[in-house]
């Protein structure tokens, strides 16, 4: 428990360290990175045996590739946030019986005028199965299949033509719960593995001449026993 608990703790700190440093700096650090794997790292495998060259390759290739994208994908959602202001998302209620209807609110205020090409959001249900594989050595290794359960697009219709300067505004979703939606979380056991459901509403502004405003919202749906 107390080595969960540190994990956690650390997680939480690693997160909020990536939350207050700006994408653009998250994206240096990524190409920077990579530039060392090209110029310091890769040079190493021809060295002795190769196996620190090898190590420091992998180890620089995956760490500057997760940091360039991350970095991207704040980046985009920095100039995003930067046209349209804070933007909230708030969800009629925390659970969800199989069969409820939901609505969603997308708050923001825009700090100039804008347009909205478009507002979609989708409704994805997903298992992710995990499977204990071993190998001849005896060895664990875990891998994940994940099936889709629902993916429903919805579209909004009748935006206004523009959005004013400092003007509140809010867009309503309007959705549902599938009426034969497994709940969330993990379930019983099979021959395949542990399963686990897992449900998320994704919305996606489409900002015009503007990177594009994403956010995804894990959602709870439960059995109609609880």
């Excluded at 991207?72 to 046209?83: C, G, N, Q």
Aim: charged residues 25%; aromatic residues 8%.
């Amino acid at each position: 428990m107390k080595f969960s608990s540190r994990r956690n703790k650390k997680s939480r700190r690693s997160k909020k360290l990536s939350s207050s440093i700006s994408g653009l700096t998250l994206l240096a650090i990524g190409v920077f990175v990579l530039l060392f794997t090209i110029t310091c790292a890769v040079p190493l495998l021809f060295v002795g045996d190769g196996r620190l060259g090898f190590m420091l390759t992998v180890l620089s290739c995956w760490g500057g590739s997760v940091l360039v994208f991350r970095g991207f994908t704040k980046t985009r959602k920095e100039r995003a946030t930067a046209v349209l202001g804070d933007v909230s998302l708030k969800l009629s209620s925390s659970t969800f019986l199989p069969g409820d209807s939901f609505t969603c609110s997308v708050c923001f205020t825009p700090f100039r005028q804008i347009k909205l090409n478009g507002l979609s959001y989708v409704l994805e249900g997903k298992r992710e199965i995990t499977q204990s594989v071993y190998n001849h050595s005896g060895s664990r290794r875990s891998s994940k299949q994940i099936d889709v359960l629902h993916d429903h697009t919805y579209q909004v219709e009748d935006l206004p033509d523009t959005y004013e300067a400092n003007a509140e505004a809010e867009i309503v979703l309007k959705g549902k719960i599938p009426e034969d939606a497994p709940r969330s979380g993990h379930h019983k056991k099979t021959e395949l593995g542990s399963p686990k459901v897992i449900w998320k509403l994704k919305v996606h502004l489409d900002i015009a001449k503007c990177p594009d405003w994403l956010e995804n919202r894990t959602i709870k749906v439960v059995s109609a026993s609880v």
